[in-house]
């Protein structure tokens, strides 16, 4: 499966190995031969009466001396050219003791002069090489010792590949690669791995490089679909490519990974690295949690199903109870002898309006407690404190009780609600300030709503002068069935919590002064105070007291 040539470089040695003997073997040969050639130009210098620029030709010595390499070759460049130099001036000096022409000096100038040039540059290219070779081994560095995964790629068949298809005609490569999957897994297949870190190998269950995978198909399932993407981002060089994909490491389960290059015109494409990031942990993780979201959420839709059978029960209860009353009036008209037809009917009206509130009832209950959407349009809180109370007056009365409504402000405000939600919300504190208040004398059972505006909010109190709240108690009275009522389903609060909060409100509750209950809503205004007043004819005549 793995062929070793593709895993290494192109001297056949794996990239960050040592060099290997022979090239160290080589260094005497080379300084003989440079010797042997200086010693050659010195006799030819020193010893020939021609007049010949032959210094200059030390610069080969140089050359060849120092092309060897090794550990020291700064040391090895100024040994030689030392050597190179002094050997020109002393050739110059015995071609002077013969009487040397007078151009031998110019000579011998012009030698030093290229030698010293060659030497700068040599030493230049020397130190230039040296960095290079510092930045490599620090990404050597980098590359075997990181916690991520990196492969080196390269894409140069792709990008061949690319430029075939451009040659071809084609010009949307981004269409070509959708339209072409058989071109896709053929690119996968010639994009080969040409280096991996440890961190690399251990994901993929391998223990060393020579088992490592060759291509990139090796690792990548048929299925893949992210390489198309990577086509398309080789062929727009784009800075940066990142995917997520699935790997197949040797032996076990495939593993998620997001992969990142860069490929940016200034990247060399046949040594991409990719940063490998193992994502399955996560993703698994993602999966977990979503599956449990999904069973709570079942669950709660489960007991959101009891929750609303017993908030309907227990808000029809009102409507309910007026309905029977207007049935019992229409049962006295008939029964009369004569009967009074004209009071019959009327009480019939109030009895067909009592069952449409009764299902509007409904209708809102499903939609807070099943948490459906609920209908919004600008409500102005007087009318609606007024139309409630106007509602609840018989219950009051029943009991002995009163309401009374406080507004400390001249402003009309308004919200963006559900006007039966908001209602029911009334209702149900009206109730049980009216039930609170049993024990209390006659003269003092009043309920008092107040209304005012508190910054951009609307405040609503409902106090009531019963026994106040039991601060012994520590159940959660906004809680669904807390109760301390024998009769009671400890569902009016939980729904008037529900449906507050859904109006972006909050409902809390103390104890008055005197000693009765307090419960305080407060709801977001939704309008400018002018928009409200000019609003106020239309939102006061759609308020209709169903009962
Ligand atoms: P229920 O009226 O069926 O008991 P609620 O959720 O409306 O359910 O009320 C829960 C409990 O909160 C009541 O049983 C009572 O103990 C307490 N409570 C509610 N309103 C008042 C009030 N105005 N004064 C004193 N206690 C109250």
Same mark, same amino acid.
């Given at each position: 499966?793995?062929?070793?040539? %593709?895993?290494?470089?192109? $001297?056949?040695?794996?990239r960050?190995e040592?060099?290997?003997?022979?090239?160290?073997?080589?260094?005497?040969?080379?300084?003989?031969?440079?010797?042997?050639?200086?010693?050659?130009?010195?006799?030819?210098?020193a010893?020939?009466?021609?007049?010949?620029a032959?210094? $200059?030709?030390?610069?080969?010595?140089?050359? %060849?001396?120092?092309?060897?390499?090794?550990?020291?070759?700064?040391?090895? =460049?100024?040994?030689?050219?030392?050597?190179?130099?002094?050997?020109?001036?002393l050739?110059?000096?015995?071609?002077?003791s013969?009487?040397?022409?007078?151009l031998?000096?110019a000579?011998?100038?012009?030698?030093?002069?290229?030698?010293?040039v060659?030497?700068?540059?040599?030493?230049? @290219?020397?130190?230039a090489k040296s960095?290079v070779?510092?930045?490599?081994?620090?990404?050597?560095?980098?590359?075997?010792?990181?916690? %991520?995964?990196?492969?080196?790629?390269?894409?140069?068949?792709?990008?061949a590949?690319?430029?075939?298809?451009?040659?071809?005609? !084609?010009?949307d490569?981004?269409?070509?690669?959708?339209?072409?999957p058989?071109?896709?897994?053929?690119?996968?297949?010639?994009v080969r791995?040409?280096d !991996?870190?440890?961190?690399?190998?251990?994901?993929?269950?391998v223990?060393?490089?020579?088992?490592?995978?060759?291509?990139?198909?090796?690792?990548?399932?048929?299925?893949d679909?992210?390489?198309?993407e990577?086509?398309?981002? %080789?062929?727009?060089?784009?800075a940066?490519?990142?995917?997520?994909? =699935?790997?197949?490491?040797? @032996?076990g &389960?495939?593993?998620q990974?997001?992969?990142?290059?860069g490929?940016?015109?200034?990247a060399?494409?046949?040594? !991409?690295?990719?940063s490998?990031?193992?994502?399955?942990?996560?993703?698994?993780?993602?999966?977990?949690?979503?599956?449990?979201?999904?069973?709570l959420a079942?669950?709660?839709?489960?007991?959101?199903?009891?929750?609303?059978s017993?908030?309907i029960?227990?808000?029809?209860?009102?409507?309910?109870?007026a309905?029977?009353?207007y049935?019992? *009036?229409a @049962?006295?008209w008939?029964?009369r002898n004569?009967?009074?037809?004209?009071?019959?009917?009327?009480?019939?009206?109030?009895l067909?309006?009592?069952v449409?509130?009764?299902?509007?009832?409904?209708?809102?209950?499903?939609?807070?407690?099943?948490?459906?959407?609920?209908?919004?349009c600008?409500?102005?809180l007087?009318?609606?404190?007024?139309?409630?109370?106007a509602?609840?007056?018989r219950?009051? *009365?029943?009991?002995?009780?009163?309401?009374?409504?406080?507004? &400390?402000?001249d402003?009309?405000?308004?919200?963006r609600?559900?006007?039966?939600?908001?209602?029911q919300?009334l209702?149900?504190?009206?109730?049980n300030? =009216?039930?609170?208040? !049993? @024990?209390?004398?006659? &003269?003092?059972?009043?309920?008092?709503?107040t209304l005012?505006?508190?910054?951009?909010?609307?405040?609503?109190?409902v106090?009531?002068?019963?026994?106040g709240?039991?601060?012994?108690?520590? #159940?959660n009275?906004? #809680?669904?069935?807390?109760?301390?009522?024998?009769?009671?389903?400890?569902? #009016?609060?939980?729904?008037?919590?529900?449906?507050v909060d859904?109006? &972006?409100g909050?409902?809390?509750?103390?104890?008055?002064?005197?000693?009765?209950?307090?419960?305080?809503?407060?709801?977001?205004?939704s309008?400018?105070?002018?928009?409200? =007043?000019?609003d106020?004819?239309?939102? #006061?005549?759609?308020?209709?007291?169903a009962v």
């Amino acid at each position: 499966m793995f062929s070793q040539a %593709i895993l290494r470089g192109p $001297s056949g040695r794996m990239r960050g190995e040592a060099p290997s003997p022979s090239a160290a073997g080589r260094l005497p040969g080379v300084w003989i031969f440079a010797a042997g050639l200086a010693a050659a130009i010195f006799s030819l210098d020193a010893f020939t009466r021609d007049d010949l620029a032959v210094a $200059s030709l030390y610069v080969l010595v140089l050359l %060849i001396g120092t092309s060897a390499g090794g550990p020291h070759r700064r040391t090895s =460049i100024l040994v030689w050219s030392a050597v190179c130099a002094a050997l020109a001036v002393l050739g110059y000096s015995i071609f002077r003791s013969y009487g040397a022409p007078p151009l031998a000096l110019a000579h011998l100038g012009i030698g030093l002069t290229v030698l010293l040039v060659a030497t700068i540059l040599l030493l230049r @290219n020397h130190s230039a090489k040296s960095s290079v070779e510092r930045s490599d081994r620090r990404y050597r560095i980098v590359f075997d010792t990181l916690a %991520i995964a990196i492969w080196e790629h390269d894409f140069t068949p792709i990008v061949a590949a690319l430029q075939r298809l451009r040659d071809g005609g !084609v010009t949307d490569i981004r269409r070509y690669v959708a339209e072409h999957p058989e071109f896709v897994i053929e690119m996968r297949r010639s994009v080969r791995i040409t280096d !991996v870190n440890a961190t690399a190998l251990t994901m993929m269950g391998v223990t060393n490089k020579d088992d490592f995978f060759s291509h990139l198909s090796g690792f990548l399932p048929e299925t893949d679909d992210s390489f198309a993407e990577c086509i398309v981002a %080789i062929d727009e060089r784009r800075a940066l490519f990142q995917t997520e994909a =699935i790997v197949m490491p040797l @032996n076990g &389960e495939a593993r998620q990974i997001i992969v990142a290059f860069g490929l940016g015109p200034d990247a060399s494409l046949d040594r !991409v690295p990719g940063s490998i990031l193992d994502v399955s942990h996560r993703r698994a993780l993602e999966t977990q949690i979503l599956r449990t979201r999904e069973e709570l959420a079942e669950s709660q839709r489960t007991s959101a199903v009891a929750a609303m059978s017993a908030s309907i029960a227990h808000e029809l209860n009102q409507p309910m109870s007026a309905i029977q009353s207007y049935a019992d *009036a229409a @049962n006295r008209w008939l029964s009369r002898n004569p009967p009074n037809l004209m009071e019959a009917k009327e009480a019939l009206a109030g009895l067909t309006m009592g069952v449409q509130h009764a299902r509007t009832v409904m209708q809102r209950v499903r939609a807070l407690v099943g948490q459906a959407r609920i209908e919004l349009c600008d409500i102005e809180l007087d009318g609606l404190i007024a139309t409630t109370v106007a509602l609840m007056r018989r219950e009051a *009365a029943e009991h002995g009780a009163r309401l009374i409504i406080l507004p &400390e402000t001249d402003d009309t405000l308004t919200v963006r609600g559900d006007r039966i939600l908001l209602k029911q919300v009334l209702i149900n504190l009206i109730t049980n300030a =009216i039930q609170a208040m !049993v @024990n209390t004398p006659p &003269e003092r059972r009043i309920v008092t709503l107040t209304l005012d505006r508190k910054g951009d909010q609307a405040y609503i109190a409902v106090t009531d002068s019963g026994p106040g709240w039991d601060v012994s108690e520590s #159940g959660n009275v906004f #809680g669904s069935f807390y109760t301390t009522k024998r009769n009671g389903m400890g569902l #009016g609060l939980s729904i008037a919590k529900m449906a507050v909060d859904r109006h &972006e409100g909050a409902i809390t509750r103390r104890n008055s002064e005197e000693g009765g209950a307090v419960v305080e809503v407060m709801l977001p205004l939704s309008v400018d105070l002018d928009v409200g =007043i000019a609003d106020r004819r239309s939102d #006061g005549a759609q308020e209709s007291v169903a009962v």
